[in-house]
């Protein structure tokens, strides 16, 4: 060809170039999200998605920017609890990444749909290990922590990665996917039609899952045997937001009800057929149990031994996952689907003829239970400087009361096991806590998801130990200007204020400065800060920070002898009876 001609056909090449719209892997990331309505992300900055954080802000994706990814990850994954959609983190390569994974395997023990999306270093240079900036093998790690994890190497690619992972995160049993989008992906170019083609709306992400009629049968047919019934619910019922079904069944049945931690407040723990406040009779003396998204892990001992007493039981369970069932110990009858279609298939099959539950057993829960609440109620009235734990809880649950659509937040040992008795709740999903794995650190991260995604004022319940496992996130809290009230029973330390080091002037491993002034923290951020030293300092400046929705972190000085090793789980926390010298 002529050289004037080639260079004719050149330019009019690069005129159709200039003129067609082209999109990059940065856009496609952000379409996406929003294309699957998820419009919020929680994560930090940094390389290589800094800019992706901006660019999704502009495109109006609310970006919550955290100062640790374990806190960013754990919002995400409480975000995915409330909601049912994927809660989303963002996090750097390899330190960040890891600092996410954290609560990436806490959303999957937990059974919460998250997804962390994670920017990463370069294949061809990880792969051959020759040192990349952050340079690691992430998508390999993830795996044996998540339900699923992929990696996205190509712009075209995008939308069919983010697809796999919603599903992968909301169906079936919930759990945390991983996706590894590395440096280079978010500027490759392609064509903006064919990107935008490329894109996956998903539909109907977690398939209802109808249980076999003969399973609802026959889990009828053995719940009408019984003579001592108990329905126990856990967090995937409060998960599946059957809300009205589930207290129909109930009712209807007249059988007394055990709610797990997260899963008061389905029904109201005042309701008449509750029975939180008769747990070992309940559990004992049952002979048919049923469980509604409750697992018969570690929380309820397996299912046998010295908790469950010695008359024979069979068991009922209904879980959307097939394999728990006989996971500990023989289910008589599984019901495997989703809460919501078990509960309406039950329900349905149980007719208008239903027999009422056994008039003794009701009767012998319900004595049982006013026994141990009148047991209680003195504690709770206790107006003693310093606090002990339950004077300063009969105030907190007087707030909650009062507030029955605040969120609470609560972590620790004895600040936990306490306040799960003491604080009555009203509603489904308003007790977030330290979940299956009993961890510490969630409280921020779930405190910020938890205003953010309902909008709904946050009450914060934390041992000084727990609260530091994610303080630093009150920074977070003023900037974002959030309605989290945070109070801190400040015992000097991990379940008491009290050992010694017999040995060196080194502090026991357990305890921490005496009398420091957690309050303080929020001030320097420009919240509210109040050191309160009585139940009725307490309540009034929780009920302030509550009519005020500022930021506020309160102090609540807690006696350092008042609580006990371990909380509750003092018999998991083996004690050396030698004693070298
Ligand atoms: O029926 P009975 O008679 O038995 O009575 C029961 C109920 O019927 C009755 N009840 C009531 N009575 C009257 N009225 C009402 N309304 C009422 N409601 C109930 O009360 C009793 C008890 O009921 P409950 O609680 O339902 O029953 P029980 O037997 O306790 O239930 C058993 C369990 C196992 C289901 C329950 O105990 C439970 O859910 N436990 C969860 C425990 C847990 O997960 N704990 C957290 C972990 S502890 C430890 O690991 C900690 N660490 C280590 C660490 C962790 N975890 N994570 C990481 C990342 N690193 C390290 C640390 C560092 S805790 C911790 C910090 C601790 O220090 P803090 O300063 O934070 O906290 P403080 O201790 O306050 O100092
Ligand atoms: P808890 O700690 O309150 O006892 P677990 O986390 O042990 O609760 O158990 C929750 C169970 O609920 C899991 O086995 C999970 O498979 C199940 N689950 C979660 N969501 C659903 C759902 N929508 N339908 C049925 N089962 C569900
Ligand atoms: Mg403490």
Redesign the pocket.
């Known amino acids: 060809m002529a050289d004037a001609a080639v260079k004719e056909k050149h330019e009019t090449t690069n005129a159709a170039e200039a003129e067609r719209e082209l999109t990059d892997g940065f856009h496609l990331i952000i379409d996406a999200l929003k294309l699957n309505g998820l419009n919020t992300i929680y994560g930090v900055p940094g390389i290589p998605i800094t800019d992706f954080g901006r660019m999704a802000q502009a495109a109006g994706i609310r970006v919550i920017s955290f100062r640790h990814e374990q806190n960013a990850g754990n919002a995400a994954a409480i975000a995915g609890y409330l909601t049912k959609q994927p809660g989303i983190c963002l996090t750097v390569s390899a330190p960040g990444f890891l600092n996410g994974l ?1 609560a990436l395997a806490n959303a999957t023990t937990n059974c919460f749909p998250m997804i962390l999306i994670s920017g990463s270093s370069e294949r061809e240079i990880v792969d051959l290990q020759q040192g990349d900036y952050e340079e690691m093998d992430q998508l390999a790690i993830a795996k044996p922590l998540c339900k699923a994890a992929f990696r996205v190497l190509h712009a075209a690619d995008i939308g069919i990665g983010l697809a796999r992972a919603i599903r992968a995160a909301v169906s079936g049993r919930p759990g945390g996917v991983y996706l590894d989008l590395p440096a280079k992906l978010f500027s490759q170019v392609m064509d903006a039609e064919a990107g935008q083609k490329s894109l996956v709306k998903v539909v109907d992400a977690a398939p209802a899952q109808i249980p076999a009629p003969t399973a609802v049968k026959r889990a009828l047919d053995v719940l009408k045997s019984a003579k001592r019934p108990l329905i126990i619910l856990g967090k995937g019922a409060a998960y599946a937001q059957a809300d009205d079904a589930i207290r129909a069944l109930v009712e209807k049945s007249g059988i007394p009800f ?1 709610p ?2 997260m899963a008061k407040g389905l029904l109201p ?1 005042t309701h008449p057929q509750c ?9 004992k003396e049952s002979d048919v149990v049923m469980m509604i998204g409750a697992r018969l892990n ?4 397996h299912g046998k031994g010295k ?1 469950w007493g010695e008359a024979p039981k069979k068991f009922i369970q209904i879980d959307i996952e097939p394999k728990e069932m006989d996971s500990n110990i023989e289910i008589a009858a599984p019901v495997v689907g989703d809460i919501g279609s078990c509960v309406s298939a039950l329900l349905e099959a149980m007719g208008n003829k239903w027999p009422a539950a056994p008039a003794d057993w009701v009767a012998a829960v319900s004595a ?2 006013e026994e ?6 003195p504690k709770l009235m206790k107006n003693s400087a310093p606090m002990d ?1 339950h004077g300063a809880l009969g105030a907190l649950r007087t707030v909650v009361k009062e507030r029955p659509d605040a969120i609470l937040i609560n ?8 306040a ?5 709740m009203y509603k489904p999903r308003k007790r977030l ?3 299956t ?5 969630i409280g921020m991260g779930y405190a910020i998801a938890a205003a953010i995604e309902t909008g709904k004022p946050v009450l914060a319940v ?8 994610s303080g630093m996130e009150v920074e977070t809290i003023c900037r974002y200007k959030l309605p989290v009230c945070v109070v801190i ?3 000097d ?5 009290t050992d010694v080091n017999s040995v060196s002037s080194d502090p026991a491993p ?1 305890v ?1 400065v005496k009398g420091s002034r957690y309050d303080k923290m929020m001030e320097a951020f420009g919240g509210v800060g109040v050191n309160a030293t009585t139940p009725d300092e307490l309540k009034r400046a929780v009920d302030a920070a509550m009519d005020s929705g500022k930021p506020t972190l309160i102090n609540a000085v ?1 006696d350092p002898a ?3 090793e ?4 003092g018999n ?2 083996p004690q050396s009876k030698i004693r070298k010298k």
């Open positions: 954290t055990l797990m931690s723990d029975a939180g406040a008769a747990r070992s009779t309940v559990l570690w929380l309820l001992s908790t049982k239970r141990n609440i009148a047991k209680m109620a734990y972590e620790g040992a004895n600040t936990l096991d306490l799960r008795g003491v604080i009555d806590d330290v979940g794995w009993g961890v510490m650190g934390e041992g000084d130990s727990a609260f530091g496992f029973f400040n015992n330390g991990i379940y008491r204020g357990t921490f807690i008042a609580g006990s371990s909380g509750r789980i998991l926390n």
